[in-house]
Every structure is written in structure tokens, then in C-alpha cells.
């Protein structure tokens, strides 16, 4: 199994970007997918989480209405839009799959993402 993901950038404060991940070796429509973020010096904290079929997502609340997760199972590929960048969205950006079916509740705790990407990095400057 590879998660790749790809996107991240230095941007200014303000700005956009938009992070792909690419899923191989995995049945994908059977996976919920996250993206976590790892600042330096802090823990891994979740962003967002969308169901298998992309009928729902979570997101945590310091990215309410600036991000978004969404995703292409044709492309085996989960995306988050990220508007209105601040330099505390400042950090390495990961995505995870958790195999679950798609009325079961998504899942915050990165214990519970069963593959990860490599992660890719976010730079908001001010």
C-alpha cells in the first residue's frame, strides 16, 4: 500500500493550495480517508476525515470554513482545499486510510489509520 501525497508549498498568509494524495494497493472506495497535520514540536493533530463513498467529512474546528476534504475514487485520490492560509496552518501534512464501511462513524484518532503517506510540507509565511 502507498499513500502519496503531493501539493504542499510556501505560500503567503491569505493564500491557497491544494494537497493531493494518490492511494495504490488498497481497494480505496473502502476506506475512509484523513489528513493529519504535525507542526514542529507538537503532536500529530487531525484536520479531516470523509467517508469511503465521499458522503460525509469531519473536520476539526480550527479549519471550519477554510478547508476542505474531498475525493475521487475513479482517481483513487483525496484532496484538501486549504483557502485563507494562516502561518499556524504551518506544518507537514499527512493522509491516512482507515478501512471502515460508509455508515460507520470517521474516526479523529490517527491510532485508528491503518496506512500513511509520507507526508508533505505546508509553509503559511506571514
Known amino acids: 500500500v502507498q499513500l502519496a501525497e503531493s501539493g504542499g508549498g510556501l505560500v503567503q498568509a491569505g493564500g491557497s493550495l491544494r494537497l493531493s494524495c494518490v492511494a495504490s494497493?488498497?481497494?480505496?472506495?473502502?476506506?475512509?480517508m484523513g489528513w493529519f497535520r504535525q507542526a514542529p514540536g507538537k503532536e500529530r493533530e487531525f484536520v479531516a476525515a470523509?467517508?469511503?463513498?465521499?458522503?460525509?467529512?469531519i473536520d476539526t474546528d480550527s479549519v471550519k470554513g477554510r478547508f476542505t476534504i474531498s475525493r475521487d475514487n475513479a482517481k483513487k485520490t483525496v484532496y484538501l482545499q486549504m483557502n485563507s492560509l494562516k502561518p499556524e496552518d504551518t506544518a507537514v501534512y499527512y493522509c491516512?486510510?482507515?478501512?471502515?464501511?460508509?455508515?460507520?462513524?470517521?474516526?479523529?484518532?490517527?491510532?485508528?489509520?491503518?496506512?500513511w503517506g509520507q507526508g508533505t510540507q505546508v509553509t503559511v509565511s506571514s
Open positions: 491516512a486510510a482507515d478501512y471502515r464501511s460508509s455508515y460507520s462513524p470517521l474516526r479523529s484518532d490517527a491510532n485508528a489509520y491503518e496506512y
Open positions: 494497493g488498497l481497494t480505496f472506495s473502502n476506506y475512509a
Open positions: 470523509i467517508r469511503p463513498t465521499g458522503g460525509g467529512s
